[in-house]
């Protein structure tokens, strides 16, 4: 047996069958010649009573020299114990970003993906999640192995986002229609949001030892604390009432007003169904909203606005589709039009939630109150007796929804927090158990009750 040498490796003639010709400085190290001419370096040993052979590689990308060297390497890792064939094979095994996000998306379908509560995450989370996967994730690490990712791969998918490399304009579902995914602040910080859930379940399941998406500083997201001031909500009212001229926009009108007066979530308006409206008890009971079953306090505007409605009531849903019975659904498309060349910068269904609780914090109203009219997971202790609670929430929820009304039809207010002085607070303390008395109310204990009264 020769020397592997660059006039040995280059005078090896293939035959009929593949064969190898060892190194005779170096025992485990050759040269594999194939029948179709091509050479390859490699090493044999024996590991837990097998032989194994591991490639090093082409001859030509591959000296002599450098193969030897390579050789050398190996062999001594097999001789510490390792087994170097064995891990390139479960290297070249290694689950992509791409197979990960797959079986999440599979386990996320049939409900093994727990969110807030330990609940199962909705489907309409799944849409939302699938598409920053696919237009997001996907084209930036899809192909990168998942135990390879560092923290600052997913800093790089932040940074990419924000700069708009994955923005695109991509066919959807519906007949000739197109969706502009966009990139920004936002959207980086959600994706990348997304993202950690996801190698967070690649650690449970035992794909990766540590997150590296743990610990990365995202952005604030300016729109999500975005709220509408006095002057707004009025732009925002002659806006709504000019559009309200044109049947076309005369549902979508009606859904934002209802967002603004009442706090909830897009949603939870547009797919409101009459079963989980209840104008007696001035509150939606929500049968499934993002924090599960949910009863919201209404205010007056609220429930003359569902009653009025229900004479004309068709089909299930309060807000009805053009065909079948469904919930209304050109509402995206509707905002669009309206707000996109208006005036009311970074305004989104968001921003009329937000400020709904901002409003609400301006008139006086605790925070556990305001929990409990917005549906959000602070107010779940207040959802364990709300019942007893019921008068005191629905004033509160009359006095906001009353104030943004007011601001919607162009009402200047002079002032909109509630009075702190000793005097008008004794005077509407008075003036409320003389109208709970006088009604038969049989306890009042809270104080934004009085918070209520003042600010009306």
Request: aromatic share 6%; net charge positive.
């Amino acid at each position: 047996m020769p020397k592997l040498s660059k006039r040995v490796v280059e005078g090896a003639e293939p035959q009929s069958t593949d064969y190898v010709i060892w190194d005779d400085e170096l025992p485990g190290f050759g040269l594999r010649v194939f029948k179709s001419g091509k050479r390859s370096y490699l090493i044999q040993y024996r590991s837990a009573g097998r032989s194994r052979r591991y490639s090093i590689g082409v001859h030509g990308v591959w000296t002599p020299e450098l193969a030897r060297k390579e050789a050398k390497i190996q062999l001594g890792r097999v001789a510490q114990g390792d087994n170097p064939a064995e891990e390139r094979q479960l290297d070249h095994k290694a689950v992509t970003v791409k197979e990960l996000c797959e079986l999440y998306l599979k386990d996320y379908e049939e409900g093994l993906i727990l969110g807030k509560g330990g609940r199962p995450k909705k489907s309409t989370t799944l849409v939302t999640d699938t598409g920053r996967i696919n237009r997001h994730i996907i084209p930036l690490i899809g192909t990168r192995r998942v135990k390879d990712l560092v923290k600052a791969d997913v800093n790089k998918v932040l940074k990419d986002i924000m700069a708009g490399k994955t923005r695109a304009s991509v066919k959807t579902k519906k007949l000739r229609g197109r969706a502009n995914v966009r990139g920004g602040v936002g959207t980086a910080t959600r994706t990348v949001g997304l993202l950690g859930g996801i190698l967070t379940y690649a650690v449970e399941a035992g794909i990766i030892e540590h997150n590296p998406a743990h610990g990365i500083r995202k952005p604030k997201d300016n729109v999500r604390n975005r709220r509408l001031t006095e002057a707004e909500y009025r732009t925002l009212g002659e806006m709504l009432e000019e559009a309200a001229k044109d049947e076309k926009y005369a549902i979508t009108v009606d859904i934002i007003r209802q967002i603004a007066l009442t706090g909830c979530r897009r949603s939870e308006i547009i797919g409101l169904r009459w079963s989980e409206v209840d104008t007696e008890s001035s509150c939606l009971r929500l049968a499934d909203s993002k924090e599960g079953a949910s009863i919201r306090p209404i205010g007056l505007p609220v429930v003359e606005f569902m009653d009025a409605r229900k004479r004309k009531k068709v089909g299930s849903y309060v807000f009805p589709g053009y065909r079948d019975d469904n919930a209304f659904g050109s509402f995206p498309n509707h905002w669009e039009q309206l707000f996109s060349k208006s005036s009311l910068l970074n305004f989104t269904p968001h921003v009329l939630r937000h400020s709904f609780a901002s409003i609400a914090n301006d008139l006086g109203f605790t925070e556990v109150t305001i929990a409990a009219l917005v549906g959000h997971s602070k107010g779940s202790v207040t959802s364990k007796y709300i019942h007893t609670l019921d008068t005191a929430l629905i004033m509160a929820a009359d006095t906001v929804s009353c104030y943004i009304q007011g601001l919607l039809d162009g009402v200047k207010f002079k002032q909109t927090a509630y009075a702190l002085d000793r005097d008008s607070r004794k005077a509407a303390l008075a003036r409320f158990l003389a109208r709970a008395v006088g009604e038969g109310a049989a306890e009042v204990q809270d104080s934004d009750s009085i918070a209520a009264e003042q600010s009306l």
